[in-house]
């Protein structure tokens, strides 16, 4: 089966007769390395692409910051947005940055580690891209609170705005903050957004 993609608008989905099982969605993403590819709940891909490079730059820093964070406080580790997890819908995503507490990911076994490991993330952050719509990135991000996320921001440079999400709760929109402060799982982390909004 080839499974490359090419000369196709994006983003765009994709169905097929059966879902994907994880390791044929990971030849997949092999086969389209370049490609930001997702699988919702219903078995469709989610096929994007890559990110400009204004975006990386401010997705490399929002990881750095929650790295640096996460070392000096040790308890958890953190990941960036080419780190895959199947999600108890059985969809696997892949967040802008994460964080898992070191006790759940220690529970996991080396093989689910090496695959899109089935955890949800305590904490996650997505950033919109010029790409991206308001309305179906702030269905993901309750999405990520419904499969078991304790907290979710949504960084939106365009707008400089911060939403976060937490479970029971309405969002919060915070409108061109200084910084944003970390509750639950990551109490302690702050994100000074006046290093990171041009």
Request: glycine fraction near 6%; proline fraction near 6%.
């Amino acid at each position: 089966m080839n499974f490359a993609l090419s000369h196709i608008e994006l983003p765009m989905r994709v169905r097929f007769e059966r879902a994907m099982n994880d390791d044929e969605l990971l030849k997949f993403c092999a086969a389209n390395e370049l490609l930001q590819i997702e699988r919702d709940s219903n078995g469709e891909l989610i096929v994007m692409s890559p990110n400009n490079a204004e975006g990386s730059s401010f997705e490399v820093d929002v990881v750095t910051e929650l790295s640096l964070w996460a070392r000096a406080d040790g308890r958890g580790k953190v990941f960036g947005p080419t780190a895959g997890f199947t999600l108890p819908d059985t969809s696997m995503r892949a967040p802008d940055a994460s964080w898992i507490s070191l006790k759940r990911w220690n529970a996991l076994t080396g093989e689910q580690r090496r695959s899109f490991a089935p955890i949800c993330p305590e904490f996650v952050i997505e950033i919109r891209s010029k790409s991206d719509r308001l309305k179906t990135l702030r269905a993901k991000m309750e999405m990520w609170i419904a499969n078991g996320a304790e907290l979710a921001w949504m960084i939106d440079p365009e707008r400089k705005a911060i939403e976060v999400y937490r479970p029971g709760e309405q969002p919060e929109i915070h409108d061109n903050p200084s910084s944003v402060q970390g509750s639950g799982p990551v109490r302690g982390f702050e994100l000074v957004m006046a290093n990171l909004w041009q």
